[in-house]
């Protein structure tokens, strides 16, 4: 059975079952019917495969209290379910991992377990959003557009609503549901009803900037979650799927003050990431820079090897992150000396910075190796495994929860800047990293005290 571990952010809702007395009956009555052989043979079928998931999330969830539910319990209520296809499968699996009430827990069907793998080799196709659900009040809310796919041209922000999708309204749907009704093949159109909300024109960092990875938020960031009744200006976009390309690292030589500023900005934490970081480390090392602005703004994370990988190329020595299982044991990771530059490091983050972008930044800030600009950041501090079932299906369940070497849990919290600068309006892709980028230009400033 295959297994990645994941720092993403992913959603789904929560399904109660309500069972009356005379259909409790009535199925008592069935059950006594005999069955003819192959029905037998699906029934038990469908029976160990349900046992199967609910063993892997018994044995692996990281609360051994699963979230103070009462696991077999569970299993002896979904036990007695006349299973007859995979479909009622899929959906009595849904709603036994809703009972956890922890969203990022949750079956992927083979397609969608497909498009997780392609989306984190670095190709898939569709509109290019990265989306969430806001557990307060059940939005479905834009984490980020993909740098340059059909969302992010059309001008698709971070923390924007998802109201309606070609006229279907989202409320009560699953993060899945969303994600379904939005892919489709090239050159197909979906219309989307977006909502923005009023705080997002200031407290939100440019958006154009990122690229999916697959969903991991629990919350949003303190900003957003402050804000559950927010006003809402709406708006309608027609979009045409494309194939988005992932490229998940920019970057670029600026020349500030008499000094060679090496900026990257790092968009996803896909398979390619560490390497794709290395590359331009190194490129622009061979350039000259004196100093590096590290963008991780609207990044939604990734792959956790990819962001310890990753912060090892920034830090030398030091604990990178901490991550606790079920039973309270601590595991640490360090750097291993294989840093590709010593010089001095500025790192900006928003309220789109989550995740395995957190695990990074928080490593660089609570080492000393590099000063936060920006906004406080998503705050998701869980870790995924996915597991490959007999089918071709993928079951995420969380495993563990991480905190930074400072011991700090930022999950719900995000992490806090050393310098908060807050942008007057989003910007383009072509305005991060210049001039008319308030926190780029915060972060030159104090890289230029250093230097």
Same mark, same amino acid.
């Given at each position: #059975? @295959? /297994?990645?571990?994941?720092?993403?952010?992913?959603?789904?809702?929560?399904? =109660?079952?309500?069972?009356?007395?005379?259909?409790?009956?009535?199925?008592?009555?069935? !059950?006594?019917?005999? $069955?003819?052989?192959?029905?037998?043979?699906?029934?038990?079928?469908? +029976? /160990?495969?349900?046992?199967?998931?609910? +063993?892997?999330?018994?044995?692996?969830?990281?609360?051994?209290?699963?979230?103070?539910?009462?696991?077999? /319990?569970?299993?002896? =209520?979904?036990?007695?379910?006349?299973? !007859?296809?995979?479909?009622?499968?899929?959906?009595?699996?849904?709603? #036994?991992?809703?009972?956890?009430? @922890?969203?990022?827990?949750?079956? $992927?069907?083979?397609? +969608?377990? &497909?498009? &997780? /793998?392609?989306?984190?080799?670095?190709?898939?196709?569709?509109?290019?959003?990265?989306?969430?659900?806001?557990?307060?009040?059940?939005?479905?809310?834009?984490?980020?557009?993909?740098?340059?796919?059909?969302?992010?041209?059309?001008?698709?922000?971070?923390?924007?609503?998802?109201l309606k999708i070609d006229d279907v309204s989202t409320?009560?749907?699953? &993060?899945? @549901?969303?994600?379904?009704?939005?892919?489709?093949?090239?050159?197909?159109?979906?219309?989307?009803?977006?909502?923005?909300?009023?705080?997002?024109?200031k407290a939100i960092t440019p958006v154009r900037a990122s690229n999916q990875a697959y969903q991991d938020a629990k919350e949003l960031s303190a900003t957003a979650a402050n804000n559950t009744d927010t006003e809402l200006e709406t708006f309608t976009v027609s979009l045409e799927r494309d194939r988005i390309t992932v490229s998940p690292v920019i970057s670029k030589l600026n020349q500030e003050a008499g000094h060679n500023i090496g900026y990257i900005r790092l968009t996803q934490f896909n398979g390619n990431a560490a390497e794709a970081m290395a590359k331009n480390i190194l490129q622009l090392e061979e350039q000259g820079a004196d100093a590096y602005?590290?963008?991780?703004?609207?990044?939604?994370?990734?792959?956790?090897?990819?962001?310890?990988?990753?912060?090892? @190329?920034?830090?030398? !020595?030091?604990?990178?992150?901490?991550?606790?299982?079920?039973?309270?044991?601590?595991?640490?990771?360090?750097?291993?000396?294989?840093?590709?530059?010593?010089?001095?490091?500025?790192?900006l983050i928003d309220g789109g910075t989550a995740s395995a972008s957190e695990i990074l930044a928080g490593a660089l800030q609570d080492n000393h190796r590099a000063q936060l600009v920006g906004t406080r950041s998503f705050g998701k501090a869980l870790i995924q495994s996915l597991y490959e079932l007999s089918d071709g299906a993928g079951l995420a369940v969380t495993i563990a929860r991480y905190e930074t070497p400072a011991h700090h849990d930022i999950n719900r919290r995000g992490i806090v800047p050393d310098v908060e600068v807050t942008m007057d309006q989003p910007l383009t892709r072509e305005q991060l990293g210049t001039d008319q980028d308030r926190q780029y230009l915060s972060a030159v400033k104090l890289l230029l005290a250093k230097l």
């Open positions: #059975m @295959e /297994k990645t571990w994941f720092a993403y952010l992913s959603f789904s809702a929560v399904y =109660q079952l309500a069972l009356g007395v005379a259909s409790f009956l009535l199925v008592i009555c069935f !059950t006594l019917l005999p $069955l003819p052989a192959w029905a037998v043979t699906d029934y038990l079928q469908e +029976q /160990k495969y349900l046992t199967d998931v609910w +063993q892997l999330v018994s044995r692996n969830y990281y609360d051994s209290s699963f979230n103070e539910q009462n696991w077999y /319990k569970v299993r002896r =209520q979904f036990a007695n379910r006349k299973l !007859t296809s995979r479909a009622e499968t899929y959906q009595a699996i849904r709603e #036994m991992l809703a009972v956890l009430q @922890e969203p990022f827990t949750r079956l $992927l069907e083979p397609d +969608q377990f &497909l498009s &997780l /793998k392609t989306s984190t080799a670095g190709e898939l196709t569709g509109v290019g959003l990265q989306i969430a659900i806001d557990t307060q009040n059940h939005a479905v809310v834009v984490v980020a557009p993909i740098a340059d796919s059909p969302a992010d041209r059309a001008g698709i922000r971070s923390l924007d609503r998802i409320e009560g749907m699953t &993060l899945d @549901e969303c994600a379904t009704r939005m892919r489709g093949s090239i050159g197909s159109k979906v219309t989307l009803l977006v909502g923005r909300p009023v705080h997002n024109r602005v590290l963008d991780l703004r609207s990044n939604p994370g990734g792959l956790f090897d990819a962001g310890l990988a990753i912060a090892r @190329e920034w830090l030398d !020595t030091g604990i990178v992150v901490y991550t606790v299982d079920r039973n309270g044991i601590g595991e640490s990771f360090s750097a291993n000396h294989s840093a590709l530059t010593n010089d001095p490091l500025v790192v």
